[in-house]
């Protein structure tokens, strides 16, 4: 069994980039897969959350998934996203790696490509919170805002306590879209599970200060 828990810094944060994004228990040899492979989330509050997916792939497909995220974590771009390519066509009904994939592009700063993966791992797995919250940076960064926000908030919707959500559309809504009560809110939820960010606890001063300026 190989589980994981999915609170990890996203690109473009202030933290390094975690991999395994997602994680499939495999066993077995291959056999013939379905369209979809059924994915569990289970909330723990005090950590965060974990989607297990159960599948049966060869243990070569195994071990090449592993040394892909390893080319990643080395930096590796596109050794790790040449790796991930196999892995997918292999296990087509897993949304792990197709998320791994599309944050490979990303970094890879392929964004068409990034989009192209993460749709798939949303066909896949609807209620991740992690593909929403990929897509959103995604989106963001090719200036469709209304569709970031909407993938910020379908993670939070899933998830309420997925703080790397939870900030991004604190931004977005601070420096994209102009919506300071928006940022403002979000701002001090994310405080909430994160007390430690002092740069947020500027940025809410700011917003508080230009919100009151503004009534």
């Known amino acids: 069994m190989n589980a994981f828990n999915p609170e990890q810094c996203h690109p473009g944060a202030t933290c390094a980039v975690g991999w395994l994004v997602a994680a499939a228990i495999i066993s077995g040899c291959a056999t013939t897969q379905s369209s979809r492979t059924p994915a569990r989330m289970e909330i723990q509050e005090a950590i965060g959350f974990t989607i297990t997916e159960e599948t049966r792939i060869s243990n070569d497909v195994r071990l090449d998934y592993d040394q892909a995220l390893k080319s990643l974590e080395q930096g590796e771009l596109e050794q790790g996203i040449q790796m991930l390519e196999a892995v ?17 592009y990303h970094l890879a700063a392929k964004l068409d490509a990034a989009e192209s993966n993460l749709l798939v791992a949303l066909d896949l797995n609807p209620d991740h919170p992690i593909v929403h919250n990929e897509l959103g940076i995604v989106y963001r960064k090719n200036g469709r805002f209304a569709e970031a926000r909407r993938s910020y908030e379908a993670a939070l919707a899933i998830y309420p306590g997925y703080h790397y959500a939870r900030r991004n559309l604190a931004i977005l809504c601070d420096l994209y879209l102009a919506d300071l009560r928006c940022a403002l809110e979000n701002y001090e939820a994310y405080m909430a599970t994160v007390p430690s960010d002092d740069e947020a606890s500027m940025w809410i001063a700011d917003l508080r200060y230009r919100v009151g300026q503004g009534e």
């Open 88 to 104: 997918v066509e292999a296990a087509p009904s897993l949304s792990a790696p197709r998320i791994d994939l599309g944050i490979a």
